[in-house]
């Protein structure tokens, strides 16, 4: 069974630092890896995702996150936040073999302040 | 891509009675996810629609609660049975377009049961 680990479940930050919010995750078998942005009252938008090749992932909004298979790590990264920025984020997983089966990480509340 | 809409946006229903929320898909998918988001916590998968065949249901759901239609590769309803206050959650629909490798997912349906 696969699992995830959102370490944070909430993340200030003043605006124009820099973000990391951390995800790591439990499995047997290999997996794709993602993150997705819930704005308030709005569904899941995709950030960015991990499939293979280069373990920087470079997403929407300025984001990025970095596979660490030996850590079973997938961080999201952001170097210089904004108030938009605001919003819940969720780390997942699917399985390579069983991709339509997703499982997410509790969520990490980031709360970029002026 | 996929774009979709889900009906109502948001309810507020009475113990014991049933509600129905329907999900629309801009394009043809031959899977359709039910996922429920409980007040702070994270996204739980509650089943698998397929066109033309009874829903797959994940450990601690049932169809006598969650009945799930399939109609057509573009529409499916979820409906929440015999609600009690421990229902009250935002649902959402999910579809995975073949190749994309990524989940796309409605706005949700909150749904508050008094």
């Known amino acids: 069974a696969q699992s995830v680990t959102q370490l944070d479940s909430q993340v200030p930050v003043f605006e124009e630092a820099p973000v990391e919010l951390r995800c790591n995750y439990s499995s047997s078998v290999s997996v794709y890896l993602f993150w997705y942005v819930q704005y308030p009252n709005q569904g899941l938008q995709l950030l960015l995702k991990?499939?293979?090749?280069?373990?920087l992932v470079k997403g929407i909004n300025g984001f990025e996150a970095e596979f660490n298979k030996s850590q079973t790590s997938f961080h999201l990264r952001k170097p210089s936040v904004h108030i938009s920025d605001t919003a819940e984020y969720f780390c997942a997983v699917s399985e390579l073999y069983n991709f339509n089966k997703f499982y997410f990480g509790s969520g990490t509340k980031l709360n970029v302040k002026p | 891509s996929a774009v979709i809409s889900q009906k109502p946006s948001r309810d507020i229903c009475q113990r014991g009675t049933s509600l129905t929320i329907q999900c629309q898909v801009d394009?043809?998918?031959?899977?359709m996810f039910w996922y429920r988001q409980q007040p702070g916590q994270s996204l739980t998968l509650i089943a698998t629609?397929?066109?033309?065949?009874?829903?797959?249901?994940e450990s601690g759901f049932v169809i006598d609660k969650f009945p799930i239609s399939r109609p057509n590769l573009t529409f499916s309803t979820l409906t929440v049975s015999n609600m009690s206050p421990e229902d009250s959650s935002i649902y959402l629909c999910?579809?995975?377009?073949?190749?994309?490798?990524?989940?796309?997912f409605g706005p949700g349906t909150r749904l508050t049961v008094l």
């Open positions: 394009s043809q998918v031959t899977m």
């Open positions: 999910s579809v995975g377009p073949p190749m994309t490798n990524e989940q796309f």
């Open positions: 629609a397929n066109q033309g065949s009874e829903a797959t249901y």
């Open positions: 991990y499939l293979s090749g280069s373990t």
